[in-house]
Every structure is written in structure tokens, then in C-alpha cells.
T-cell receptor
């Protein structure tokens, strides 16, 4: 069964609205969670690394005020796409690592469509 | 230059055939190597780790050549269910870098 739960799986929203995506680790404590974005036929691109209780580390070119990440507990990280625009439409995937830091478990992804 | 490059394919093969493809990476400091499988509109799933000595998992064989900085995946006796996009992944300090994937389609 899934070890990382991501919700929602699909979002369709109007331009200008904010969208929150949740990523939960099931049955293990995720010291680190990662947020990726994938455009069609492209590779997953790391957006940010989130450690519990501290600020997320964003990759170059990713706006931290646009993509708000909160990792308030060892089992939950959230990504909020603020004031979403059509160019934010993408497949967003989270992953989590536990004690074995080399293995990332992926959530099922969230397909965001901004109209 | 992309960190991880893959031939996008598609590789269209009949059932039972053998298919192989490579991936190259640019960062010589990369520490770990993996092949993931991604089905259409789904999350990536770990297929296998890749070791310098080469490793096999059933019909799948992976090899790593650190000197030339490439990784290969070979699938023997292809099944219809092997149709997917195969992602090459390298890591440095637990940060994953993904290739764009190689698409394999196995036909009956």
C-alpha cells in the first residue's frame, strides 16, 4: 500500500485562487519531504526541500512567496500555490524520506489545472 | 547541459523482445543511481537501484559505468505490462535529479 498520501489528486481552479496540496507520510516519520513539479514529457524538477520545523529550501528559480511550503509535523507537509495562474498548471508530486535517506517514497501526485 | 540525459524513445518492441537503453549524467560527484518507472499520469515508482558491479532483478538488469558516467537498463522477455516511461535518477547528498524518461511500448 501507499506509504505517502497526497491530496487532492486533481484540482481545477480559476486564475487568482490559491490551492493547497497536502502530503502525508503513513506509518513513518518523514524528516524530509520534497516537492517536485513535472510538465508534460519533461523530467521531475525539484522545487523545494522541506525539513520538519524549519524553513523550506527552494531551488533556484522557484518563488518562495508563490509556492508556500509548511512542514509543521513529521508526517505532514503542505504546498500552497498562491494566486495560481494558467502557467502554474502542472503535475505536482511530493516525496518523503524516513531513516533511509536515500530512498524517497512518492505521493500519487496532484494534477493542477488553472483556467 | 542537463544533469541527466536520456533517449526519450519511444522504443516499440514486441512481447518477448529484449530492450535496452542508457542514461548519462553530468555530475561526477553523484553518489547513488536508480531506475524508476512512471506510468502515464502517475507518480514514479522505484524499479531498482544501480550498482557499479551491475545488478539484476528478474528480467531487469542495470549497470553503472562511473568512468563514462552512464547507466543502462535492459529488459528481457518484455511483457505488455512493461510499457511505461523509465526514469533515470542520480543523487548527490540525497537530492534526486531525474532524467526526462525513456518511453517503452511493448506490443502484443
Amino acid at each position: 500500500g501507499a506509504v505517502v498520501s497526497q491530496h487532492p489528486s486533481r484540482v481545477i481552479c480559476k486564475s487568482g485562487t490559491s490551492v493547497k496540496i497536502e502530503c502525508r507520510s503513513l506509518d513513518f516519520q518523514a524528516t524530509t519531504m520534497f516537492w517536485y513539479r513535472q510538465f508534460p514529457k519533461k523530467s521531475l524538477m525539484l522545487m523545494a526541500t522541506s525539513n520538519e520545523g524549519s524553513k523550506a529550501t527552494y531551488e533556484q528559480g522557484v518563488e518562495k512567496d508563490k509556492f508556500l511550503i509548511n512542514h509543521a509535523s513529521l508526517t505532514l507537509s503542505t504546498l500552497t500555490v498562491t494566486s495560481a495562474h494558467p502557467e502554474d498548471s502542472s503535475f505536482y508530486i511530493c516525496s518523503a524520506t524516513g531513516s533511509a535517506k536515500n530512498i524517497q517514497y512518492f505521493g500519487a501526485g496532484t494534477r493542477l489545472s488553472v483556467l | 547541459r542537463k544533469e541527466v540525459e536520456q533517449d526519450p524513445g519511444p522504443f516499440n518492441v514486441p512481447e518477448g523482445a529484449t530492450v535496452a537503453f542508457n542514461c548519462t549524467y553530468s555530475n561526477s560527484a553523484s553518489q547513488s543511481f536508480f531506475w524508476y518507472r512512471q506510468d502515464c499520469r502517475k507518480e514514479p515508482k522505484l524499479l531498482m537501484s544501480v550498482y557499479s558491479s551491475g545488478n539484476e532483478d528478474g528480467r531487469f538488469t542495470a549497470q553503472l559505468n562511473r568512468a563514462s558516467q552512464y547507466i543502462s537498463l535492459l529488459i528481457r522477455d518484455s511483457k505488455l505490462s512493461d510499457s511505461a516511461t523509465y526514469l533515470c535518477v542520480v543523487t548527490e547528498d540525497y537530492k534526486l535529479s531525474f532524467g526526462a524518461g525513456t518511453t517503452v511500448t511493448v506490443r502484443a
